[in-house]
Nanobody
Framework: EVQLVESGGGLVQPGGSLRLSCAAS????????MSWVRQAPGKGPEWVSA????????SYADSVKGRFTISRDNAKNTLYLQMNSLKPEDTAVYYC????????????????WGQGTQVTVSS
């Protein structure tokens, strides 16, 4: 059974940092492309970042480029999202998602999802 479990969310002040983790099990993690997707209150889901399975190529939404860094540890079956210089508009539930082999920025292309972790940026 495929499982994705996010952790690391919380309340942080504007300008602060958080690191999200996504622990994967039930599939060959190293062969899957991974993404982070977020959903703010009252809004639709927004693709945030992705990392490829083979060459570890990364990509980012313009809204987070230069502030967020995606990475993965295939030995630990874990995906990360380092979030720096956080803004109130980053407040959302953050989900990790998996699809075989190559990345996609299209949310519907991901068959596997975690349950999400809440990130709140507020003073």
């Amino acid at each position: 059974e495929v499982q994705l479990v996010e952790s690391g969310g919380g309340l942080v002040q504007p300008g602060g940092s958080l690191r999200l983790s996504c622990a994967a099990s039930g599939f060959t993690f190293r062969s899957y492309a991974m993404s982070w997707v977020r959903q703010a209150p009252g809004k639709g889901p927004e693709w945030v970042s992705a990392i490829n399975s083979g060459d570890l190529t990364t990509s980012y939404a313009d809204s987070v480029k230069g502030r967020f860094t995606i990475s993965r540890d295939n030995a630990k079956n874990t995906l990360y999202l380092q979030m720096n210089s956080l803004k109130p508009e980053d407040t959302a539930v953050y989900y990790c998602a998996a699809r075989p082999f190559t990345v996609s920025t299209q949310i519907d292309d991901y068959p596997y999802w975690g349950q999400g972790t809440q990130v709140t940026v507020s003073s």
